[in-house]
């Protein structure tokens, strides 16, 4: 198992994924830290509508742009809320947007897959950055972020098909299809292909996945490396969070007995992940929240 990752400083996007309460933000704020110290312009995103990355940051971060982060040049950070951000999205579509709720109603704005797209557009958003150097996105537990993930396949399918099938759309909506609407479809799709590209380019795009040395993350880390292979998307690292240090087990049969747990986990992680980057991360003493504990887990992470 690898002490480190070892970034070679070409891949832009960055992303942390795994079950609820493993530490996927930590990680992913830790690595952000880290990457602005090295210099990099670097923007970190939440699309996890759970959690804010306003506790781990101690300041309030904006859902609307990004928020410069106290005390680290180069770091901003941005939460998105699907909840707000289907205003944007229906605004920058609004002609679509229109027919289809005329079709429709305005109930189909309210319905959660509704929220999950306009998320995913605001997330499209920063696979299209120039503003920044690198880009580290703090996912939602895994099935949801599964599930944003291959919104954009079927989207751009969808799209297509309704550029494809011009005459069946028109009679669909009354044949009133205008202009203006099958434009937004035309750019949309050339939007998502790109972001496609983009996640499935190991070159630009590096998936991490954190996971505990237990038999629930371990099983949910290995459906979600599959699924994600489906999609031609592949992971390159797994973070094993929270492992007990040898030096605190010395007369303590409770931890002693976990850390012996963790090691029979470990051993099946290298053997049924063969050929990933294996992290692992120790157990601290205390919460990690704030900067300096922020960083202690960067050099964990990556080195000095």
Known sequence: ????????????????GG????????????????????????????????VSLSAIFQQEISEIEPTEINGIQNLHALNINPKSAAGPFQKRLSNTVTQFTNLFGKETLNTPCMEE???????????????????????????????????PFDWANFLTNQIKNR????????????????????????????????????????????????????????????NLGTLSINVSTMIVNEIIPYKVLQGN???KRRRETQDRYLTIIKERFNGLTLVQVPLFETDIVGIESLKNIGRTLYGN
């Open 253 to 255: 049969w409770f931890l």
């Open 19 to 50: 079950k609820g309460g493993v530490g996927k933000t930590t990680m992913a704020a830790s690595s952000a830290i880290h990457f602005a110290n090295a210099g990099y312009k670097t923007l970190i995103v939440s699309t996890d509508p759970t």
């Open 117 to 151: 797209m306009a998320a995913f557009d605001q997330f499209v958003r920063f696979l299209n950055d120039d503003a920044h150097d690198i880009v580290v996105f703090d996912t939602a537990p895994t099935g949801h972020t599964l599930r944003e993930l291959a919104m």
């Open 1 to 16: 198992m690898k002490e480190n990752i070892i970034n070679n400083g070409k891949q832009k996007y960055f992303f942390f």
């Open 167 to 226: 005459k069946e759309l028109s009679s669909i909506l009354g044949g009133t299809v205008d202009e203006g609407m099958l434009e937004d479809l035309k750019q949309e799709k050339a939007r998502y292909d790109a972001a496609l590209n983009t996640l499935k380019d190991e070159r630009q795009t590096s998936f991490i996945v954190v996971l505990l040395a237990e038999k629930l993350p371990i099983e949910e880390s290995s459906r979600a490396i599959e």
